[in-house]
Nanobody
Framework: QVQLVESGGGLVQAGGSLRLSCAAS????????MGWFRQAPGKEREFVAA????????YYADSVKGRFTISRDNSKNTMYLQVNSLNPEDTAVYYC???????????????????WGQGTQVTVSS
């Protein structure tokens, strides 16, 4: 069982940056793949970024590639999403997710993730 808590969201002007965090409980954090997803009002949840259990492999949606960076610190049971060069289209609730099963590959598909946080709101003003 993994419990996830996001933080770091807020209101920022276009061009600004934030660092989102996802704190995880559970002894298996260092062995599970993780991901970030987001959902804007009236839109479906979409993939943002994912990271392998070791942190050696990362994946990004085309819309955020070059602006967002996913990372993890297994010693702190925490995953991060550094979001730079924000624009109003990035406004959404950002969710972190964990994939059940040790040493599974990271995935872009939300159906592959079993545990979800409550989300953190990111609002970008123009």
């Amino acid at each position: 069982q993994v419990q996830l808590v996001e933080s770091g969201g807020g209101l920022v002007q276009a061009g600004g940056s934030l660092r989102l965090s996802c704190a995880a409980s559970g002894r298996t954090f260092s062995s599970v793949a993780m991901g970030w997803f987001r959902q804007a009002p009236g839109k479906e949840r979409e993939f943002v970024a994912a990271i392998s259990w070791s942190g050696s492999s990362t994946y990004y949606a085309d819309s955020v590639k070059g602006r967002f960076t996913i990372s993890r610190d297994n010693s702190k049971n925490t995953m991060y999403l550094q979001v730079n060069s924000l624009n109003p289209e990035d406004t959404a609730v950002y969710y972190c997710a964990a994939r059940e099963g040790l040493y599974r590959t990271a995935s872009r598909d939300s159906d592959d993730y079993n545990y979800w946080g409550q989300g953190t709101q990111v609002t970008v003003s123009s």
